[in-house]
């Protein structure tokens, strides 16, 4: 057959494309080389001459389609509706039924139409489509609008003629569906199942070819309805669940309900209903009821009933954040009161070891239920730590300030120290350690602690492991910074120097064969890495036993570094001394201070205290705290309890000791309550310095700036080692305004300008 354009007989070829037509759309069998001619029959009309007739073909398959579908719902769906109304037999499923079936074989069939005319649609309709700039400005006329493909067509005439005239009865049918199978508990026959899902279907399918709006008609007839119904069957059911059942009982009642629903879901509806129905089903059953479910809230909490607060956080986990906050605070709130009630009252030498140990067990325990109750959602997470954050950084009183972060840093300071725990073990708690630490809000006052405690483990050589005092500045430095742990640095460098300083002082003794007489190891720290306290010279007059060695030692080091000054610390000074006047030789570990005043009594048996004050010239208050532990230990015998300048003081010669070796503890290494107060207020004084730098730097940057903003400003610098209060802002700012770092502004009040 020739497809060259031709005039054609349009009558005799419509005749048979509409017989291919009626076989087509009816699913019927049609022969390949009759498929194959009406192909070419729809080009023939589309390219006729003179003038083409695909409007006219158009026109009549357009015709064709409407009267097949009228012709359908009178013979096919609603025939036999009317005959059984007639007979008074409710025939209801059967019209869903019957439209299902007329429907999936009118659906299949327009798909092949579609294809037959595929040369009209892509050569004829696709041309005269109007694009979205021509539907807006309406530069088309409305002949050109109304077309369409014929697949298109078919579904829209499906629409206009079948479902418009049975949209609501086919709706109600469906809704008596799936609430029969509500009522039989998702039992409904498979076969009814798949024909109310492909009726709930044939809404959306038929307007698929819409690139927008698709959904518009199944929103509309069906899912509305649905939605309405739903939601009215929810509220009577929850009032049912609330007459007979416990919170803990509707909670679980009311799981199974919303996993039941969201299978219906799947089973019927359009993916797009699912949230919604899910919505509807949360309103009714939880948001609705929050009170009730509320009702015992606080005792499940308190009690710690994990299935119930798994269950009440699987009901709420949906809803919005604002509606779950009373679940959340009295989750906080127990959290709270049983941190508090863990580390009250907590007493005797080791309340840092207490405390720090209970607040993990009470960090871990609730950490553990999060994950194991509430998924480990963010927000119980949060709770966690702002219940924490408040216990550990609670002031017993206005006065009294937080001791959280002393305590803390000695915790550290006794894992740290020699002991016969294993490294991994030490390893393991300074790891948890971390995490009591990050709650601190003064983190400054935690380092001055850390920094006074490691120094002392550093000097009198009391570390475990050096590996390990390392790995916890690099916690440290992990979570606040390198400033943070800037100085630490430089004690353990100190400590490394002046370790190589040692070797090289021995190697120059041993070249220029000098004996000592003694064995000795010098540590140079810097002043300004040290937390030493006053540096201030006690007055101390050096046993003779040991100028040798200071000298020759200064001697050499201003060799190696010439301007640099030495300054000795006698009073943390430490070593070994041998007592041969004994039945048997002892070795003593003891402070300078006590070295000397034993070494007096090599020429002598028993001298006064003031006579040993005036040799070696020590003070009162210095003279006491070594002179005690001495006597404590029974090294020397007092001829009365008070120590006064004439009481005698005499040399032990019936001593006795199982252990050889020991150590005379001396009351400078335990901290004292005046040293305590020293290190907070040199905290205060360091928060000053720090915070009259901020403002200057910020102002230097700024020129001109608010007080509110200033105030923010400092805040936010600050928060990373301390939460200042507002009135030690304002004294800085005066104090600055005092040293004309910064000005008020001239026409306003609360508005700062930088000095230059």
Request: proline share 2%; aromatic share 8%; with cysteine.
């Amino acid at each position: 057959m020739s497809l060259k354009p031709k005039k054609v007989e349009f009558d005799e070829i419509w005749r048979r494309l509409r017989c291919v037509l009626e076989k087509v759309i009816t699913l019927q069998k049609v022969e390949r080389a009759e498929w194959n001619t009406s192909f070419s029959d729809v080009y023939m009309l589309c390219v006729a001459q003179p003038e083409p007739l695909a409007d006219r073909l158009y026109s009549e398959a357009k015709h064709f389609l409407e009267s097949h579908v009228q012709e359908m719902l009178t013979s096919k769906v609603l025939a036999e509706h009317d005959a059984t109304n007639a007979n008074n037999t409710n025939s209801r499923p059967d019209l869903l039924e019957r439209y299902y079936t007329t429907w999936m074989v009118y659906s299949q069939g327009s798909k092949f139409v579609n294809q037959l005319f595929i040369y009209l649609n892509q050569q004829h309709i696709k041309k005269q489509k109007i694009t979205d700039s021509e539907s807006f400005y309406g530069s088309l006329s409305n002949d050109a609008a109304e077309q369409m493909e014929i697949g298109e067509l078919a579904l829209d005439i499906w629409r206009l003629y079948m479902l418009e005239n049975l949209a609501l009865e086919l709706v109600r049918h469906i809704l008596e569906g799936i609430a029969a199978d509500r009522a039989s508990n998702g039992a409904l026959d498979s076969h009814r199942v798949e024909v109310i899902h492909g009726v709930i279907h044939s809404f959306v399918e038929v307007q698929e070819y819409k690139k927008t709006g698709s959904l518009k008609l199944y929103q509309e007839l069906f899912e509305g309805p649905m939605l309405e119904a739903s939601g009215a069957y929810y509220t009577n059911e929850a009032n049912k669940l609330l007459q007979r059942c416990s919170v803990s009982q509707y909670m679980q009642e009311v799981i199974k309900i919303l996993e039941y629903e969201s299978r219906r879901a799947q089973k019927f509806l359009h993916e797009s209903s699912l949230p919604k129905l899910r919505k509807q089903c949360e309103e009714k059953f939880i948001n609705d009821r929050l009170g009730f479910i509320y009702s015992e809230c606080r005792d499940m909490v308190s009690d710690e009933r994990r299935q119930d607060l798994r269950n009440m956080y699987i009901v709420l986990k949906p809803i919005p954040d604002n509606l779950k906050s009373e679940l959340i605070q009295t989750f906080l709130e127990h959290i709270k009161n049983e941190g508090l009630e863990t580390v009250y009252a907590l007493k005797g030498e080791n309340i840092h070891i207490a405390f720090v140990e209970n607040m993990l067990k009470v960090h871990h325990k609730y950490q553990e239920l999060i994950a194991d109750v509430f998924e480990n959602d963010s927000l119980f997470l949060s709770a966690l730590d702002k219940a924490c954050a408040s216990v550990i950084n609670r002031r017993p009183s206005e006065r009294q300030p937080c001791r959280s972060a002393e305590y803390v840093a000695k915790y550290c300071d006794t894992l740290l120290k020699k002991s016969k725990t294993c490294e991994a073990e030490i390893d393991q708690k300074l790891t948890n350690n971390i995490t009591i630490f990050k709650y601190i809000e003064d983190k400054d006052v935690y380092q001055k602690f850390y920094s006074r405690l490691l120094a002392k483990r550093l000097i009198h050589e009391q570390s475990q492991s050096m590996d390990a005092e390392e790995g916890m500045i690099n916690r440290l430095k992990q979570a606040c910074g390198y400033e943070f742990t800037n100085k630490l640095h430089r004690m353990f460098t100190d400590i490394s120097v002046s370790t190589d300083l040692n070797n090289k002082f021995n190697n120059h003794l041993k070249d220029h064969d000098i004996d000592l007489g003694i064995n000795l190891s010098i540590k140079v720290l810097q002043a300004g890495a040290w937390p030493l306290g006053s540096t201030q010279v006690i007055p101390f007059a050096v046993p003779q036993e040991f100028e040798k060695s200071i000298k020759m030692f200064e001697d050499y080091y201003h060799n190696l570094f010439s301007g640099r000054k030495l300054t000795w610390l006698h009073h943390m000074c430490h070593g070994e001394l041998k007592l041969s006047h004994l039945k048997k030789a002892y070795i003593v570990t003891m402070q300078t201070y006590q070295m000397a005043i034993i070494l007096l009594f090599e020429t002598c048996d028993t001298l006064s205290c003031r006579e040993i004050q005036n040799t070696l010239q020590l003070n009162d208050e210095t003279f006491q705290k070594h002179m005690q532990p001495m006597i404590e230990s029974k090294l020397l015998n007092t001829s009365s309890e008070n120590l006064s300048g004439d009481t005698r003081i005499e040399l032990n010669l019936d001593y006795t000791n199982k252990r050889t070796k020991f150590k005379i503890s001396s009351a400078l290494q335990k901290e004292t309550p005046q040293e305590v107060e020293h290190t907070i207020n040199s905290v205060d004084e360091d928060r000053k310095l720090f915070l009259q730098a901020a403002i200057v730097r910020i102002m230097k940057a700024r020129k001109v700036l608010k007080h509110n903003a200033l105030i923010q400003e400092v805040l936010s610098l600050s928060k990373v080692s301390f939460t200042p209060n507002i009135a030690m802002i304002k004294k800085c700012v005066e104090s600055l305004i005092d040293k004309q770092y910064i000005e008020r502004t001239a026409n306003s009040g609360d508005e700062y300008s930088y000095m230059a």
